[in-house]
């Protein structure tokens, strides 16, 4: 089976909810991971950029993927995120970790350094070759300050066997419309903008890895799915009834916004670790306002 049918539909980028002391709350990780599922989501990606990966050490992201797939056990698939922008490390990573019952990795495009297209390239040929399962892109330019192009996603997609699909979050359906003509079908293609999904359905895409699916399953997962069914009405209707709340989970950085939705549906502690730090009051009072209309 291809991940394109593994894992078609809704993703959630979970959160790494964390307690006061900022030590991380595995009490409140097994009440959101089942909150997730029972909401009718396809599949958890545990240490994506969401969950504050960069402030998590090597000890805790473990520990994150031993208790995520017990706790999940093995109800819906799970993909762990492992990405860097130095490439030797990243494959020390895949190495060492135990991936358990995961699926696939999920690896976001290097940050900051910004490489050439050909470092893009070789950098996903270098790890995808040593990573022990299916590999999935992650072009998120808005973080990383480069965009992989359609034309390196199609190379690696069509010359390096072990990479099965992509996270694409350059907010350009140009984009997903030329890797999606020059891909195999069973490449998996999802969306990483959760604003652009119930357009992206539309093209033929996959499904999408979301954010807003951690504090809203049941709703975006049912948008999710009246998309991929050909039901563009209803996805539309729903997907209106999510675009404010869109607006505030990205108002100030990701996952402020959706660490806020979920301390006010009594989920997790709205606490977030240094450089990150929680809403300011005046989003987090919209959100309060956001949630009391839906009720």
């Known amino acids: 089976m291809g991940l394109n049918s593994l894992l078609r539909g809704t993703g959630t980028a979970i959160v790494t909810p964390f307690a006061a002391d900022e030590k991380i709350d595995f009490d409140s990780l097994k009440k959101l991971i089942n909150f997730i599922i029972e909401g009718g989501v396809n599949y958890i990606v545990s240490l994506g950029t969401t969950g504050e990966t960069p402030t998590l050490t090597r000890e805790e992201k473990q520990e994150i993927v031993k208790f995520t797939s017990e706790t999940i056990g093995g109800r819906i698939p799970l993909v762990v995120g492992i990405g860097g922008n130095n490439t030797k490390q990243v494959v020390e990573d895949m190495a060492s970790m ?35 399962l299916p590999l999935i892109l992650y072009n998120v330019p808005g973080r990383t300050g480069r965009n992989m192009d359609a034309a390196t996603t199609i190379r690696l997609a069509n ?18 419309k030329e890797i999606m003509a020059n891909t195999a079908n069973d490449f998996l293609v999802v969306s990483g903008d959760d604003d652009l999904v119930a357009e992206q359905l539309k093209l033929g895409m996959d499904g999408v890895i979301s954010v807003a699916a951690n504090c809203f399953p049941k709703e975006f997962s049912s948008m999710v799915n009246a998309g991929l069914s050909g039901d563009d009405e ?13 607006e505030l989970l990205f108002a100030e950085n990701n996952p402020a ?39």
């Open 98 to 132: 135990n991936l358990y019952d995961a699926v696939a990795i999920l690896s976001a495009s290097p940050y900051y350094s910004k490489p050439s297209q050909e470092g893009l390239y070789l950098h996903y040929k270098t790890i995808a070759e040593a990573a022990k």
């Open 234 to 246: 209803t996805a539309a209707t729903i997907n209106a009834t999510l675009q404010p709340a869109y």
């Open 159 to 176: 010359e390096v066997d072990n990479i099965a699909g992509i996270k694409e979050a350059a907010n350009n359906l140009e984009q997903c």
């Open 257 to 295: 916004g959706v660490k806020a939705f979920l301390f006010e549906k009594k989920l997790i502690q709205n606490t977030l670790r240094l450089p990150l730090t929680p809403l300011s009051s005046g989003w987090h009072d919209k959100i309060k306002t956001y949630l009391q209309g839906m009720n």
